[in-house]
């Protein structure tokens, strides 16, 4: 698997892309589920299938862009915002990026880290590990990348990105990801219940780091990508639940800019086990 990643690491991001946005639409051609899906979120956000198909293309080209990001040569980045990174990291108080499953969210650390590294040490980037061997030592060797720091979703992980806030470091989560059973709250995300993690809100309230919200905008024709940063909408309540619909009304406001490239067929509604609605 690592070497398979390694090889495609080589390819044109163009090739990757083309052949990504192949692969998308045979992937929805073949899963039934994974079409409804798609148009029952979309549709639940106020958009019709035909404003958000784009989005099945995406998702083939995140897929198969991953490995030029992980092991290949850097990628043409421009930035849009980048004052409030600037002023955040100068402040010094730590700060949580948050980031939807919008554009590629992959390039945000890395950029980021890029760019104030050297004076202000590594991103630490919060990952579940692959439950599959192959593909836990492909991802354990990408995430080893000079200005990236990992941490899992355990205790220690937690820990680790405490330490890392406190040290005027960042942080990078992706709140609309579904977590474990215990670790979120009910809140709505476009009107419909969903099971959100309250990491990204916990961290915010016991370090005081700057909240920042970022993604990745998967530019045409394959020139790269732009790098959004933006200032959170509104102060974070001090009560959890609040601030965890905050956090949800601020993904919302990011994916509203390009619907289109947002992961729609992705099961951001599903139930851990052992919970109910």
Partial sequence: ???????????????????????????WAASPTYRRRITEHARGAGYRFDEV????????????????????????????GAEHLDQAYAARRG???MTAHLGCFEIVPQAASARHHAEYGPVTVLYRPARQAALAEV?????????LET?????AGVRQMIK?????????????????????????FFDRPAYTMTLAA??????????????????????????????FPEPLSADLDTAVAQINRAMEGLIRQRPDQYLWGYGRYKTPRALTP
């Fill in 1 to 27: 698997m690592l070497a398979l990643y390694r090889f495609a690491s080589r390819w044109p991001l163009g090739l990757l892309h083309a052949l990504g946005a192949a692969l998308g639409w045979l992937s």
């Fill in 139 to 147: 991802v354990a060797m990408a995430r080893r990348r000079e200005g």
């Fill in 164 to 188: 890392a806030l406190r040290a005027g470091r960042a942080v990078g989560v992706l709140p609309d990801q579904v977590p474990p059973d215990g670790l979120g709250v009910w809140s709505p």
């Fill in 202 to 231: 916990r961290l915010i309230q016991q370090t005081g780091a700057t909240p920042l919200l970022g993604w990745g905008e998967r530019l045409p024709r394959a020139q790269g990508f732009r790098v959004h940063i933006l200032p």
């Fill in 95 to 97: 700060i949580v990026f």
């Fill in 53 to 80: 198909r784009a989005s099945v293309a995406h998702a083939g080209r995140m897929a198969l862009e991953t490995p030029r990001l992980w092991f290949g040569a850097p990628v043409p980045v421009e930035w849009r």
């Fill in 151 to 155: 941490a899992p979703t355990t205790l």
